[in-house]
C-alpha cells in the first residue's frame, strides 16, 4: 500500500481526457457532443511533463520589429541622476597635511556632563548679569516673614493629659440610659419600621412650618 506520501506526490488526474463527464440532464434530449480539437488542446495543454520544451524552427528565424527592439532598450536614467557617493574615497593631499586650528580642537572636545544633585534635578543656570544684583529696602522688607498674632494658638496636640476629676467621675443613671441603645425587635418578630409614633400623630404644626408649607405666590394661577 503507497504511503501518505507517495500518494500526495502523484501529479493530479487529467480531468479534459474525459469530456463527457455528465451525470443527470433533464432534458429533452442529449447535449451536443464536443469536438475532439477542444480535446486536444487540453491534453496538449496538460501533457507537458518537463518545464523546458524545444523551439520552433520558425520562433528561431523570427525578426524583431523597431518596436520591440525599442521595448528591449533598458530604461535610460533621470537627466540629473548621479551614482551613489563612494564610502571610503581618497583623501586630497592638502586634506592629509591640513593642521587643525585651536577653534576646532576646542569644539572637538566631548561635553561635560554636570554631576546632578542628591534630588535628581538638574540646577538651573544663574546668569552672570544676576550674581553681583543687590535687593533694594522695599525688596527686603517684602522678604521678611510674618509674625504670628499674640493671640494665635498653635494645633492642639493629639495626646494630652486628661485631669484627675475627669479619671474619677462616675457617670448617673440618666447617662448610662441615654447611652445605651434602642431595643427594636426583628422584622420576622413584628417589628414595622414604617409605624409612625403617638408624639408624632397628636403633634401640632407651629405657624412658622404652616407658612413654609404654603405655595409660592408667584406659582399660584388665579381662577
Not at 137 to 159: M, V, Y
Amino acid at each position: 500500500m503507497a504511503t501518505r506520501m507517495q500518494q500526495l506526490a502523484q501529479p493530479k488526474p487529467n480531468r479534459l481526457s474525459y469530456p463527457d463527464r455528465r451525470s443527470v440532464y433533464w432534458l429533452d434530449k442529449l447535449p451536443p457532443e464536443k469536438t475532439g480539437k477542444t480535446t486536444e488542446i487540453g491534453t496538449c495543454l496538460f501533457s507537458r511533463l518537463s518545464p523546458t520544451w524545444e523551439v520552433s524552427k520558425w520562433a528561431l528565424r523570427a525578426v524583431p520589429s523597431e518596436r520591440l527592439c525599442s521595448l528591449a532598450q533598458p530604461r535610460a536614467p533621470t537627466a540629473g541622476w548621479q551614482p551613489d557617493h563612494q564610502l571610503l574615497f581618497p583623501l586630497s593631499r592638502a586634506s592629509q597635511m591640513a593642521v587643525a586650528t585651536t577653534r576646532i580642537c576646542q569644539l572637538a572636545q566631548p561635553k561635560r556632563k554636570q554631576v546632578l544633585g542628591v534630588s535628581g534635578h538638574k540646577p538651573k543656570p544663574v546668569p552672570m548679569t544676576h550674581m553681583p544684583c543687590r535687593a533694594s529696602a522695599h525688596i527686603e522688607l517684602l522678604a521678611t516673614p510674618k509674625h504670628d498674632h499674640p493671640k494665635f494658638e498653635g494645633d492642639r496636640s493629639a495626646c494630652w493629659p486628661v485631669s484627675r476629676a475627669s479619671r474619677n467621675y462616675t457617670a448617673n443613671q440618666r447617662l448610662l440610659e441615654l447611652s445605651s441603645p434602642k431595643e427594636r425587635k426583628a422584622l420576622f418578630e413584628g417589628y414595622d419600621p414604617y409605624i409612625v409614633s403617638r408624639g408624632a400623630r397628636s403633634a401640632s404644626p407651629s405657624p412658622r412650618i404652616q407658612q413654609l408649607c404654603l405655595p409660592l405666590p408667584r406659582k399660584c394661577s388665579s381662577k
